[in-house]
């Protein structure tokens, strides 16, 4: 597939345009030389990220022997206008595999939505959004292990990682209701449950009953109440979306 690609940001455009008059009176008459400069190396920065992602996408697709399929501009474009802005080595691998996994012709992914949020989140979300998927993965194992006992003998290497304590049924109630938690700020998780990548668990229920003896010795129950505990450390479950990134970025 030809095509032209336009790496100039109308963001970075018009930052320059805001900055003008202060360069003027920093520079004078070299204000407009000094304003090309530093678009020049954004730009060239830019191309540069855009240039280290597709190397690594090609040594991925090479080494995987995977066939590749053309990409819809309505993916592609945004996708390599996304990751121009990403300078973290081990997020270029992220995009890397995500451009190849969308161009694998085995796979129908026609979806633009991964490249946008994979440009909303940091490192340190990626990495505990990452961690909360091997924990449910390994929660869906266990849960099979204990309820159905029909795990698949290829898991058992994979279970041994995990402490014994974890494969009965009362921790996995527990964490059926309470859920993972994060290692993560506020304003962290909430960008996570803004792109719907975790959701977090309902609050739990309190009851509350009094127990009176009759007079004939029969107990009955009266004033039976309810409480909802919200717990701002409540747990949180990866949602199906949050799986599915991580899946196409791995």
Request: net charge negative; charged share 30%.
């Amino acid at each position: 597939m030809n095509m032209d690609i336009n790496i100039k940001s109308s963001t970075i455009e018009k930052a320059l345009e805001s900055i003008t008059g202060f360069l003027a009176k920093l520079a004078g008459p070299a204000t407009e030389e000094i304003g090309q400069l530093l678009y020049d190396k954004i730009r060239l920065w830019r191309f540069k990220n855009q240039l280290d992602i597709l190397l690594k996408a090609k040594d991925i697709a090479e080494r995987k022997n995977i066939t590749l399929k053309e990409v819809p501009y309505k993916i592609l474009v945004p996708l390599l206008e996304n990751c121009s802005l990403e300078g973290d080595d081990e997020m270029k691998d992220n995009w890397a595999s995500l451009i190849v996994n969308l161009a694998d012709s085995e796979k129908n992914i026609q979806n633009n939505i991964f490249p946008h949020i994979l440009s909303q989140i940091s490192i340190g979300e990626f990495h505990e959004l990452k961690h909360l998927y091997q924990e449910e993965f390994g929660f869906k194992l266990k849960s099979e292990l204990v309820y159905n006992q029909s795990i698949s003998n290829e898991y058992d290497i994979y279970l041994e990682q995990f402490p014994n304590s974890v494969v009965k049924s009362t921790k996995i109630e527990k964490i059926r209701q309470e859920g993972f938690d994060l290692n993560l700020h506020g304003y962290e998780i909430s960008n996570l449950l803004r792109l719907t990548l975790i959701r977090q668990l309902p609050p739990r229920i309190l009851v509350e009953e009094n127990r009176f003896t009759g007079s004939y010795g029969d107990d009955y129950y009266d004033e039976i109440s309810l409480e909802a505990i919200y717990d701002n450390d409540s747990g949180f479950r990866i949602t199906d979306l949050g799986s599915k990134l991580i899946e196409m970025t791995g």
